[in-house]
């Protein structure tokens, strides 16, 4: 039952992020291609078979929907949260406080430089400042979980200033 | 003795080595006091000599795999790669002097002395459907005299572990050190698309996948048995300790602490670990029963501290700590404690292994903008650095003669594995292939 208000919270706050967006972009008339059905001469034989309806309540909420939190970026080689990004973790707070019942996991992502096992050690600092930042900001901390993924997922794979930027990121998902 | 007083490269193939071995340890090395008889060869060689060795091909008595080339390229590698022997290389002038010797029945020992041999290995192999056998004897030729004969059998599929182990023997039997002809590399492969843990033979051969992830599994570590590694598994949203069993596959949990549960190091007596976790809050350095049970912090600090490893020995631990504000290599003991700095030189210094010797830390260190591979001496501080062209280079990790070493280099975007022997310093590249190869582990 929890899961359910759970859910409806989280389809509620997702309806309201698309009906902003549809807002902003104001009444414009899309034009649609209108595909016309292609007639067969052979329709005759295409006239499909019944089966079981979908049991609703299995298929309609496989995943919760989650918002799209923004990712906060870090210099190199550091771990420290930079101030531009602290309206980003402000946000993130006040949305956790708005959704008690809800648990934030906390991605920490390097770019590839530096070793392997290095990264995978800054990574999770950058996951551990952005949950010490949430924490102080009045969350509470065991609904925030941190991993690592060193360099091991990067957003941009190339090897330039701007891929590296955009991949020492921290990334946030609703987890269970 | 022609050992020297502080030399710090292990001697080469030395009659009188063996013989002093016995003879400082009586009451346990008796076998060895055999062996030193066998090895009473007529050659004596000073340090960082070689012995030059000769392989003629040897016969088939049966048909099919392997040809006798493929046993002898097997062998040589070995023998050339073990830093005792030099392998005669005119091979042309060897299997003549073969044919030679099998016209007439006998060992023409001016003829292969001739050659520029001191040792000769002869040897037959017969390849049936269920077995492969081999049978070798290794002769001293200027004394002109047999030294030992072998026969190896196995399955037909696992000819190249009986000429790897013939090559250990012939180590063994010459200079008293093990040979690293048996031994296996795990590491971590991209090539299915996820990163998974393999397992190889030392010289690349028998290439094989362990791990059936849906995320992914890296830093690989044995267990001293060579029967299970641990390695980092991401489950769910967990990173997760898991082990593998080398021959069946199957895997078990060990730990799924919040947040980092990775670089595992298993103890040299197989019953305890050192991980990194940070469960409380901070990358930190754990020490845990082998089943994953009973952590225990070991260190304490508001900086990062991780990448564990185990002495020899089992009573320090090398680690990587930036308490200095940049990552050096450090080293406390193995019940915690501060413990002190062992690098100075550069500010990017980690993944440290230590060497089976005791003496030598291997470690990756960012030299003018590249990654190489240098160990550091635990007692005197002094720093050697091993590779030097411009490609980047990470995680070593030791043969157990501690006389070899394996990392992964990249090359064109895409990481291989090499093997360099430390006092020659010739990589060898190990791995081709698509994909790339890192985070090698040598059995121990």
Known sequence: MRRGVVLLLVVAFAAGVVFGLSGCAGRKPTEEPVVEPEVSEETDALTGEDIPLPDVDDTVFVEPLSPEFENIHFEFDRYDIRPVDEPILESIASWLEQHEDVKVLIEGHCDERGTNEYNMALGEQRALAARRYLVSLGVEAQRLSTISYGEERPLDPRSTEEAWAKNRRAHFTVSD | ?444
Not at chain 2, 8 to 22: H, M, Y
Not at chain 2, 375 to 380: A, F, R
Not at chain 2, 410 to 427: H, T
């Open chain 2, 1 to 444: 003795m022609t050992e020297g007083k502080s030399r710090t490269r292990p001697p080469v193939l030395l009659v009188l080595r063996v013989v002093a071995a016995a003879a400082i340890s009586m009451a346990l090395v008796l076998p060895v006091v055999a062996r030193a008889q066998d090895v009473r060869l007529s050659i004596e060689k000073g340090f960082g000599e070689k012995v030059r060795i000769a392989v003629p091909l040897f016969p088939s008595t049966g048909a099919g795999e392997p040809e006798p080339e493929g046993i002898r390229d097997v062998l040589l590698f070995d023998l050339s790669h073990s830093g005792y022997f030099d392998v005669v290389e005119n091979l042309e002038f060897v299997d003549e002097a073969e044919r030679d010797d099998r016209a007439s029945g006998r060992i023409d020992f001016a003829e292969w002395l001739a050659l520029g041999a001191e040792i000769l290995v002869k040897g037959k192999f017969q390849s049936g459907l269920s077995e492969f056998w081999l049978e070798v004897t290794v002769h001293d030729l200027e004394g002109g005299r047999a030294i030992f004969a072998k026969r190896y059998t196995s399955a037909p599929d696992g000819w190249r572990a009986a000429v790897h182990a013939l090559s250990d023997e012939i180590v063994k039997r010459l200079t008293g050190e093990d040979g690293i002809a048996g031994t296996r590399i795990a590491f971590v492969s991209n090539a299915t698309g996820t990163k998974e843990v393999y397992v190889m033979d030392y010289d690349g051969a028998n290439r094989r996948r362990l791990t059936r992830e849906s995320q992914m599994a890296i830093y690989p570590g044995w267990f001293p048995s060579g029967e299970r590694i641990a390695y980092t598994s991401y489950r769910g949203p967990r990173q997760e300790l898991h082990a593998v069993d080398v021959s069946s596959g199957a895997t078990s949990r060990l730990t799924a602490f919040p947040g980092l549960n990775a670089f595992a190091s298993v103890s040299p007596d197989g019953r305890e670990i050192l991980m990194t976790l940070s469960r409380d809050g901070n990358p930190e350095i754990y020490r845990l029963r082998s089943d994953g049970t009973s952590a225990r912090r070991l260190t304490y600090g508001r900086s990062t501290e991780s990448s564990p490893c185990w002495s020899p020995d089992g009573r320090r631990i090398a680690f990587v700590s930036d308490r200095s504000g940049r990552p050096q290599i450090h080293v406390m003991n193995s019940t915690g404690g501060t413990g002190e700095r062992v690098t100075f030189q550069g500010y990017h210094n980690t993944t440290p292994e230590w060497s089976p010797r005791g003496d030598l830390i291997a470690y990756t260190s960012q030299i003018e903008g590249v990654f190489q591979i240098c160990t550091v001496d635990v007692e005197t501080g002094e720093v050697t650095r091993l590779t030097t062209d411009r490609r980047h280079k990470e995680d070593p990790s030791w043969a157990p003669d501690g006389r070899h070493i394996v990392y992964s280099a990249k090359s064109g975007g895409k990481s291989d594995l090499y093997l360099l022997d430390i006092y020659e310093k010739e990589p060898v590249k190990l791995t081709s292939g698509a994909g790339d190869y890192l985070s090698p582990a040598w059995s121990r």
